[in-house]
């Protein structure tokens, strides 16, 4: 079993900056890919940004490309997700999510593991 909780969320005015942590606990960190999904109220649970074991590859959804930033420090087992330049649309619950398969990908079936969610409101 893998525990993760996330933080950081709240209440910014768009243009602004949030970073959200996914602290890990359980199972060894550094085994896992790790991703983050976000669902806004009435659609769909959508990926956001992936990140590969060891910190090294990276995959973002086109609209969050070049304004998020998805990292990892294993040895403090968190993972971290810098968002900048926040749009409205941006709003939304943030999940993290722990990916134990071979491989890399966004697909969220793959993944394993979820925390509970923190929010994420950006005002216009």
């Known amino acids: 079993q893998v525990q993760l909780v996330e933080s950081g969320g709240g209440l910014v005015q768009a243009g602004g900056s949030l970073r959200l942590s996914c602290a890990a606990s359980?199972?060894?960190?550094?085994?896992?890919?790790m991703g983050w999904f976000r669902q806004a109220p009435g659609k769909e649970r959508e990926f956001v940004a992936v990140?590969?074991?060891?910190?090294?590859?990276?995959d973002y959804a086109d609209s969050v490309k070049g304004r998020f930033t998805i990292s990892r420090d294993n040895a403090k087992s968190t993972v971290y997700l810098q968002m900048n330049n926040l749009k409205p649309e941006d709003t939304a619950v943030y999940y993290c999510?722990?990916?134990?398969?071979?491989?890399?990908?966004?697909?969220?079936?793959?993944?394993?593991?979820w925390g509970q969610g923190t929010q994420v409101t950006v005002s216009s």
């Open positions: 999510a722990a990916d134990g398969s071979p491989g890399f990908s966004r697909v969220d079936r793959r993944f394993d593991y």
């Open positions: 359980g199972r060894t960190f550094s085994n896992y890919a």
């Open positions: 990140i590969d074991r060891s910190g090294r590859l990276t």
